[in-house]
């Protein structure tokens, strides 16, 4: 690991700090200074910058004052985009343009700007967090909006001096994605204050602000060299300074010149002001001050973009004085070695100034070194299929070999798999080959015997296979169907003995440079399904039988793998004519958000039991079929069903009696509980009525008819009776009597007969007395009679007188003849008187002689 710089242990002890510092004051030392990037590679660096603060907003300003000179500085804004407040571009061209496979390994943008607020107190860019910025990459005709990974330091937050602030993005993974990464790079919307600044407590220290893109790129026809990018922030006066930033853990090459170049990037050096240097230790241990051909050395940080000690001009606006902004990247003179020598393994750069302020919060050295390398190393997979199945076992290899120029010691090569994976079995390995792996933490290591990567060996083959997680893992515990694997290589070199790091790359270019990305196993992605088969949970149930409704509410469907959290939405009662249904939906999501079809439960209620009810009581003792009462809903009692509203209807029959005690009246009153499923249940109650009290009657008063004309028997048949007075408790009576069609003379009884409904009688009598005043008529007399007396007695002769016979009639009856004659007649005339008597004593006489 490499030993970052002096100031990396300051936050641990400030008297060691002290120490290592030496002059430095820690206050000028705001964020310490630590690796940003690290690595030995084959390649080197590249720097691409411009400023956003000028004096106009597109021209090139190239004049030779200093941004503290200026009160009216404006951003630099070259697009016609009214999102952004300022913008610049830079062009980067291929570094190494007569080399074949140079590629983009690393790619860092920065923006710093002094951001002191306005006079008033309020933010330079109230709508914009200066944390963010816009970027449109070659090829792109809009903006990215980026957000800084890393905001290495706001002096707003302690209102310091000028107010810096410094924001990096790494935007390699963006680069390396474009088909061809040289071309224009825009950036726009860095946070600034523009016209003037006075910092915290005084001093006209002017505007400055710009951004920069440090790139990291390597081909395998390159030497190798040790790469570190320092970034934090130190503020360098003429009374706080000599901050040492010390780059170790490398070894340079053995023999022969050893190259090195320094990137830098800086703000407030101001043009017009002398005294600021960056200087080296050389190796007799004095410090030199470096220079460029555009960069004095007690002006180096002189408001320049520069690149290989020249003014870099690939850029809009090509302000060759950039007001305060400082960019470089420069080789470093070092005439025999007398800086940086053979075999050496450390160098230590330091800021310092005697006269001018500024700070610097990029740092970067690369130097020629030994390099024991096993780039690239590639894990490939050992199988034709490209998608996995879960559960599968998938084999992997990777090749060794030493591609550097110093041998390799102590390698090992390690990961931790994935939760996806795990190690399927024991593994044969190239002899001098070894492996450990741990179940719980699923740490896999290998480590290679020194001796077998020693540099011009054949390499070698190792085999591992690796076992896909089941099913279920996918899913219910995760859904990471594209796994990435990655192992890390770790090992030194005999003379460099710096730890190297080397990541495993999935893919290796055709200039021999693996992308050093995870190789990708993608998993087909697993499928549940219901086990349980369709409708297979729908249920019946009674209405009435909560316990059977439970347990049909209690099912759950089962899955055909796995166990699920499975969702249950509960439906509400849907009623119907008859019953209703609840429908519930079962659901469940597996871990890789795939919602499985909707499983549905229908309950059906039904009702098949009639409602409950007690009948009215029987009703008995009723005299009148008429007081049978009207039937009342109201009187059925307890009426009750368990699923719904009853209905209640009624309908009477009878018997057809007449209501008395042989035949009684009988209704049959039947109450039909009925609920909405159409069961009913028939209540029936009986009526009885029984009519046994007879009638009450008075007849007329009696009655005298008296026969006065010649018809006795018309007259009879006449006879005016009168009408009885009768009643009954219950219905209309009948009279009737058994007079007869034609009274006799005499007194006649009538019976009158009362009769009800239920034939219950009563009778009374009434008397017609018929009688007879005509008197009989004579028709004719008896003839006058004359006797003689021819005998010898006179009187006996007399006795035997033929009186003859009257005729008479009477209207009504017969009459009897009676006459007076004396039983002797006399000599002479006697009158007899002859009486006709009818049946009623009526009389009528005639005379005789």
């Not at 800021?351 to 970067?364: K, V």
């Amino acid at each position: 690991m490499k030993n970052f710089t002096h100031l990396t242990n300051i936050h641990k002890a400030l008297h060691l700090a002290i120490l290592l510092l030496g002059f430095a004051s820690f206050a000028q030392i705001q964020k310490q200074f630590t690796p940003r990037y690290d690595t030995t590679i084959r390649g080197n660096m590249a720097v691409i910058a411009n400023n956003v603060l000028s004096r106009t907003a597109t021209g090139n300003y190239n004049g030779t004052g200093g941004n503290h000179d200026f009160n009216d500085n404006v951003y630099v804004d070259i697009d016609s985009d009214n999102t952004t407040f300022n913008s610049s571009s830079a062009n980067f061209s291929n570094p190494e343009p007569t080399l074949a496979c140079v590629t983009i390994r690393k790619a860092y943008l920065y923006w710093a700007a002094a951001d002191k607020e306005k006079d008033d107190g309020s933010d330079n860019q109230p709508l914009w967090n200066y944390n963010n910025v816009k970027l449109m990459l070659p090829g792109a005709s809009t903006y990215s909006t980026l957000v800084a990974d890393d905001v290495i330091f706001r002096g707003r937050n302690t209102h310091f001096s000028n107010d810096p602030y410094i924001c990096v993005k790494d935007i390699s993974t963006l680069v390396t994605a474009l088909a061809n990464p040289y071309g224009t790079y825009q950036v726009a919307n860095i946070e600034a204050k523009t016209g003037s600044l006075t910092s915290h407590g005084g001093g006209n220290t002017g505007t400055s602000g710009g951004w920069q893109i440090v790139f990291v790129y390597e081909s395998p026809l390159l030497s190798a060299k040790n790469i570190t990018l320092f970034d934090g922030y130190a503020h360098v006066t003429k009374t706080t300074n000599n901050f040492d930033i010390k780059f170790s853990g490398f070894k340079t090459v053995t023999n022969g010149p050893v190259k090195a170049n320094v990137v830098m990037g800086a703000l407030e050096g101001d043009r017009d002001l002398f005294g600021d240097m960056l200087q080296i230790k050389n190796v007799a241990g004095n410090w030199i001050n470096l220079s460029t051909t555009n960069r004095p050395f007690d002006n180096f940080f002189n408001s320049k973009i520069t690149f290989n000690g020249a003014d870099f001009t690939n850029r809009n606006p090509v302000s060759l004085n950039t007001l305060g902004f400082d960019s470089a990247m420069f080789s470093l003179d070092n005439p025999n070695n007398t800086l940086i020598t053979n075999n050496q393994t450390e160098a230590t750069i330091r800021l310092t100034s005697n006269h001018e302020t500024y700070g610097l919060y990029l740092l970067g050295l690369s130097v020629d070194v030994w390099e024991p390398s096993i780039k690239p190393l590639m894990l490939s997979l050992n199988a034709a299929n490209t998608t996995q199945n879960p559960g599968d076992i998938v084999p992997f290899k990777f090749y060794l070999k030493n591609k550097g120029n110093d041998d390799i010691v102590d390698l090992k090569i390690f990961t931790t798999l994935p939760p996806q994976l795990s190690l399927s079995s024991a593994i044969t390995l190239p002899s001098g080959v070894t492996y450990s792996y741990n179940t719980l933490t699923r740490y896999l290591e290998f480590k290679v015997a020194n001796g077998l990567m020693n540099v011009g060996l054949p390499e070698i083959l190792v085999n591992l296979n690796l076992q896909v997680a089941n099913a279920c893992y996918f899913l219910t515990n995760d859904c990471n169907l594209n796994v990435p694997l990655q192992f890390t290589a770790e090992y030194h070199g005999i003379y460099n003995i710096k730890k190297q790091t080397t990541l495993s790359s999935r893919i290796i270019n055709d200039c021999e440079v693996g992308d050093e990305l995870p190789t990708p196993i993608v998993i087909k992605q697993p499928v549940a399904n219901w086990k349980t088969l369709p409708k297979a949970l729908n249920r019946t149930v009674e209405c009435n039988n909560s316990e059977e409704l439970a347990t049909a509410q209690s099912l759950m469907p089962e899955t055909d793998t796995c166990t699920f959290t499975i969702k249950k939405v509960s439906g509400p009662f849907v009623p119907s004519t008859c019953g209703g249904t609840y429908t519930n939906t079962f659901t469940f999501t597996d871990a890789c958000g795939v919602n499985c079809t909707t499983f549905t439960q229908t309950i059906t209620v039904i009702d098949t039991t009639p409602p409950t009810g007690t009948a009215p009581d029987d009703i008995y003792g009723i005299q009148c079929i008429d007081n049978i009462p009207v039937a009342n809903i109201e009187a059925v009692t307890d009426e009750a069903d368990t699923c719904g509203p009853v209905t209640v209807t009624v309908s009477d029959t009878n018997n057809g009696g007449l209501g008395t005690t042989s035949n009684p009246y009988v209704v049959t009153r039947t109450y039909r509980l009925t609920d909405a499923c159409g069961n009913y249940r028939d209540l029936v109650q009986k009526i009885t009525a029984v009519d046994n009290t007879n009638p009450t009657i008075a007849c007329p008063s009696n009655s005298s008819v008296n026969v006065d004309n010649n018809s006795c028997e018309a007259l009879a048949t006449n006879v005016n009776l009168g009408t009885p007075t009768a009643s009954d408790n219950c219905s209309a009576v009948t009279l009737t009597n058994n007079a007869p069609a034609s009274f006799p003379l005499g007194t006649t009884t009538v019976t009158w007969t009362a009769t009800d409904a239920s034939g219950n009688t009563a009778t009374c009598e009434q008397t017609v007395t018929v009688t007879d005043n005509m008197p009989p008529i004579f028709v004719s007399c008896a003839a006058p009679v004359s006797v003689t007396v021819d005998t010898d007695s006179c009187e006996a002769l007399a006795t035997n007188v033929n009186l003859g016979t009257p005729t008479a009639s009477d209207n009504c009856s017969a009459v009897t003849l009676t006459n007076n004659a004396p039983l002797s007649f006399p000599l002479g005339t006697t009158t007899v008187t002859w009486t006709a008597t009818d049946a009623s004593g009526n009389t009528a006489t005639c005379e005789q002689t």
